[in-house]
């Protein structure tokens, strides 16, 4: 027997979490995939479900001098529209589904999720974004990458939930995402690229990668980032060969059903080359 529970509030969200194992589901588009029926009957749902999507103070879109606060419920759409989030987010939220999936979907399912192919999650990783997570009786705040720690899996017990998405307000010189796939808003990538970069006087202050499919989860490596800071434009190309290669230790795709390993990890090197060599 599988138990349905509908919350009105965050408080009747939380207590329910305290009472049995439910499955939290706020747009609920990544879920009717994973449990959808071929036989044309209505999804049966092998665990308890927690629907949270008319949790209305989990709706909502806020901001301080240094960060923007994304609730839980709050539709992709919206977050696409607000001229408060960071661009580069809004550049692959345009790109990662249809208007439809937009209009249900939401940021923290994206998380929640955990693929490696999320396309939310380069944009995540790259701007160092955080989680709040609540329970009935705690709350804690954790990167969204130490947050994901593997495929399909998360740092989040069965009393837990995620409420709020924190996005530091971030300016770069430039950005870049670019999305690879069979078309661009209905098909899940082969692989997502964003890249980040600022020169003060010709100095790198700031340089930001970030990959999604090509590892179990989104790679991004603030060691190498370190190591070409403080470089000028002129040394940081010269120094292609060496990034590529220190790129090329840590991109290790898998093939599947939408590419396989090769390509992905040419086009991946193949996007950071032509990142560092435009700056």
């Known amino acids: 027997m599988v138990n349905t529970v509908i919350a009105k509030t965050l408080v009747q969200a939380l207590d329910t979490l305290k009472q049995g194992d439910y499955k939290i589901v706020a747009g609920g588009t990544d879920m009717l995939i994973q449990n959808r029926s071929h036989t044309g009957m209505p999804i049966a749902y092998k665990s308890n479900i927690l629907y949270v999507n008319l949790v209305k103070e989990l709706d909502f879109i806020s901001d301080d001098e240094n ?9 992709l759409e919206s977050i696409l529209k607000d001229q408060r989030i960071p661009q580069i987010l809004r550049d692959v939220i345009h790109e990662m589904a249809s208007p439809a999936i937009r209009h249900t979907g939401t940021l923290a399912g994206n998380i929640a999720n955990a693929s490696p192919a999320g396309d939310s999650l380069v944009a995540l990783y790259a701007l160092d974004a955080q989680v709040r997570i609540q329970s009935a009786m705690h709350e804690r705040i ?44 209905d098909a899940i990538s082969k692989l997502s690229f964003v890249g980040a970069y600022s020169f003060r006087n010709n100095t790198l202050i700031d340089m930001r990668i970030s990959l999604g499919a090509v590892y179990m989860t989104v ?6 980032e370190k190591k070409y800071i403080g470089m000028s434009k002129e040394e940081f190309k010269n120094h292609i060969k060496e990034i590529l290669i220190d790129y090329s230790h840590i991109i290790k795709p898998i093939d599947d059903q939408r590419s396989n390993k090769e390509y992905r990890k040419q086009v991946a090197l193949n996007l950071i080359k032509a990142f560092v060599l435009n700056c």
């Open 67 to 75: 960060n923007v606060y994304i609730g839980a419920t709050c539709r």
């Open 142 to 185: 954790v990167k969204v990458s130490d947050f994901i720690k593997g495929v399909r899996k998360i740092d989040l017990s069965p009393i837990e939930m995620i409420t709020e998405i924190i996005i530091p307000k971030l300016d770069f010189d430039n950005i870049y995402f670019k999305k690879v796939a069979p078309r661009l808003s």
């Open 219 to 224: 790679v991004r490596n603030r060691s190498i």
